[in-house]
């Protein structure tokens, strides 16, 4: 297995940090809006 | 409280997040999503599929949450509201398509069901080579049973859509959509841990350079895109009119595209190292299984490599529990556009109108269950039917004015979206889908160049070209009487 598998497990973990990160985002600003 | 005028809406944002990637994790992520990949270069293949989610289904999905939000209605009062009532019927098209759709689903739910029974009943222990295509033939040859499990389908769907937004489709979202991803992980680990599953890991994630620079690699990427993320359907323009008018639309919209797209990257981890790991077992390689199309995958190899894995019965019940969960969360998506268009239409109780639509695509949906190549057709043809429902929209939303739009997108927004956003809808987009769908039509004339325009042929351009002109002229036939009830004033 060379360095190009990199490639696809870079994307993979790309997309779920930002979706991980967005979900965060969310859950904050639903907290947020709850306690305003 | 006027016509059509809907006091429904989500409790919790989760509850709506839920329902979303509910929508939008389907079986396409778990039968069409691997097997691109694994085809289409692997590592390849992800770099133009991101693309398309960035540039193409994100832009859509937030444009059909514009839509949906701002006018509280569905694809025809929708488009109506923001292009005029000329355009309502742009609306009754993606209306139209979304209930062909529903009818041919529904049989794939009913399969899902039957083999979860197939696993309780210890089917995929007992398997000796041969007995997936076995079995998946005389399941498809029995019209009594495959019509018994469209109708248990049926009623569950039903029952769902019945009590509506807040205790039907977000309470059951909620739980079902953790569940599925949680029964994915698990496949995956497990797809992971078998010897031989590196070498999956090895066909998914390295790319293969040839594919980088060919045209039709990236063409599956951006209809694989476009199809999974259920941009352009109209589910998610539903789905948004039920929100308020200062919830989120940027933020919302983004986590459905990367959403869905993680679901299909952990079934793909979980899809390609067991083919990767298996295939060899049963003396075919990973590329005939591929080959062998989303049902060959999914009902005759994948459960002889569970026959083949300790624990059979339990992974085949689980894998099977996973896509049902994936086709039933779906469904509520599909069939909540064909049934707030009505309500909008109409102002008939929500009761009255999901028994009436759930009756009458229970008749619509007999032909699909009796023929596997009849359900393939209408795939084909309905599929494809949708990037004309995302174009439309990108109508809609170019004539509303794409500086207003992005202001009503950024108004009670998380996150919010540049001038880029503008350029994306009103060129990018549109011109992709444009290519993507001449390119189907291109190729498919290029394969099939003596059949191609026939249109009793189950794949062409002459099927399509028929059915789409068959819809069209019924929506035309009834393009005054819509017009007549519109615009639905707000209550």
């Known amino acids: 297995m060379g360095f190009g598998i990199l490639v696809g497990l870079g994307i993979t973990l790309f997309v779920w940090g930002v979706t991980l990160y967005l979900l965060k985002l969310a859950l904050e600003a639903e907290k947020k809006k709850k306690f305003s | ?491």
Do not use: H
């Open chain 2, 1 to 491: 409280m006027n016509k059509g005028q809907s006091k429904e809406a989500w409790v919790k944002r989760s509850g709506f997040i839920a329902a979303m990637l509910g929508a939008m994790l389907g079986t396409g992520n778990l039968w069409r999503f691997p097997r691109m990949a694994a085809l289409y270069g692997g590592g390849s293949f992800l770099i133009p599929y991101i693309i398309g989610v960035l540039m193409i289904s994100i832009p859509l999905l937030i444009a059909e949450g514009i839509i949906g939000r701002g006018s509280s209605r569905g694809t025809i009062a929708g488009f109506s509201k923001y292009g005029g009532k000329q355009n309502a019927w742009l609306g009754a098209w993606s209306m139209g398509v979304n209930w062909l759709i529903l009818a041919y689903y529904a049989v794939i739910l009913g399969w899902a069901f039957r083999y979860i029974v197939y696993g309780f009943q210890g089917t995929f222990s007992t398997y000796i080579p041969g007995n997936g295509e076995a079995l998946w033939s005389s399941f498809l040859g029995n019209p009594l049973q495959l019509i018994g499990c469209l109708a248990i389908g049926w009623i569950i769907v039903t029952a769902i859509l019945i009590k509506g937004i807040k205790k039907g489709i977000e309470k059951v979202s909620l739980l079902m959509v953790p569940l599925l991803i949680f029964l994915m992980i698990i496949l995956a680990i497990r797809a992971l841990t078998l010897p031989g599953a590196l070498k999956g890991l090895e066909y998914f994630w390295l790319p293969k350079k040839e594919f980088l620079v060919k045209p039709e690699a990236w063409l599956q990427a951006f209809s694989q895109s476009l199809w999974s993320t259920g941009a352009g359907w109209g589910i998610y323009l539903t789905y948004s009119s039920y929100l308020k008018k200062d919830d989120d639309i940027n933020l919302n919209s983004s986590i459905t595209g990367f959403g869905d797209s993680s679901f299909a990257l952990i079934a793909g981890l979980c899809i390609i190292p067991t083919v990767a790991a298996l295939a060899p077992t049963l003396g075919v390689s990973a590329t005939e299984v591929y080959q062998s199309g989303n049902t060959g995958l999914i009902f005759i190899w994948l459960t002889e490599m569970f026959s083949k894995m300790p624990a059979s019965t339990l992974i085949g019940i689980l894998f099977f529990l996973a896509f049902f969960i994936a086709a039933l969360t779906s469904m509520l998506g599909i069939a909540e556009v064909v049934i707030r268009n009505f309500r909008d239409l109409f102002g008939w109780k929500r009761r009255k109108v999901v028994l009436l639509i759930a009756g009458i695509t229970f008749l619509l949906s007999l032909p699909s269950a009796i023929s596997v190549n009849f359900l393939n057709n209408q795939d084909w043809v309905w599929g494809l039917a949708l990037l004309i429902s995302a174009l439309m929209t990108f109508r809609i939303i170019i004539k509303r004015g794409t500086p207003d739009a992005r202001k009503d997108s950024n108004r009670g927004s998380d996150i919010q979206i540049g001038k880029w956003w503008e350029y994306l809808v009103k060129w990018v987009a549109p011109l992709s889908i444009i290519c993507v769908l001449g390119w189907w039509f291109l190729q498919t004339c290029l394969l099939y160049p003596k059949t191609c325009w026939n249109p009793t042929e189950f794949y062409g351009v002459g099927t399509i070209l028929l059915q789409w002109s068959i819809l069209l002229l019924i929506i035309i036939a009834l393009k005054g009487k819509i017009e007549k009830r519109l615009p639905i004033k707000e209550g």
